[in-house]
């Protein structure tokens, strides 16, 4: 005796549970899973990032001087008078070791807040604040502008500010434990 399956008969996927309707909840889940996470390597990057530039600044001895070769000092004078915004450069050359050694404790503080998801929008918008500063300074004059990189970091920081830091994060932790109280 043969056995066939016929259109909605035993076995057959009519939505109540066979292989079609558990691939259809298997894929909803991916998807709420992928919607929940889809920021997650975008913040591993930034934060990476944001935290080895800042090492990278205070580990150099020759860019945190006032002045000499590959000094910050220098550096700001030489991007003055390009830069859309001179009075911040004039401001950073009163005091350019402190102003390298603020940007590079930022650019730690920023990447450590970014990666571990503590206080998440307030470190992205620190990213963006800090991106935005070296786009109107040191990339500025960047020819054409998409060879400069702090306007595209600008712009990689923004989803980050409206989203906040997603699970996994300590903020999300943070609210989980708070409603349980």
């Known amino acids: 005796m043969a056995h066939t399956r016929r259109q909605g008969g035993a076995g057959a996927d009519t939505g109540g549970g066979g292989l079609l309707s558990r691939w259809r909840g298997w894929w909803q889940r991916a998807r709420e899973l992928g919607v929940r996470h889809a920021l997650l ?14 090492l990278d600044k205070l580990d150099d001895k020759a860019f945190l001087a006032a002045s000499g070769t590959g ?15 001179p009075w911040l450069v004039d401001r950073a ?5 402190a102003f390298g050694e603020a940007i590079a404790w930022g650019e730690i503080a920023v990447g450590v807040g970014t990666l571990v998801g503590l206080l998440g929008r307030l470190a992205a918008l620190g990213g963006a604040l800090i991106s935005l500063s070296l786009w109107l300074t040191v990339s500025w004059q960047t020819e054409p502008y998409y060879y ?9 920081w923004l989803p980050l500010v409206l989203a906040g830091a997603a699970a996994p994060s300590l903020d999300a932790l943070i609210a989980r434990r708070r409603r349980r109280v």
């Open 41 to 54: 390597p975008l913040r591993i990057f930034l934060g990476v990032t944001f935290v080895y530039a800042g």
């Open 71 to 85: 000094s910050i000092g220098e550096l700001m004078r030489g991007i003055r008078d390009g830069s859309a915004v």
């Open 93 to 97: 050359l009163e005091n350019p070791v």
């Open 148 to 156: 400069g990189n702090d306007l595209a970091y600008l712009m990689a």
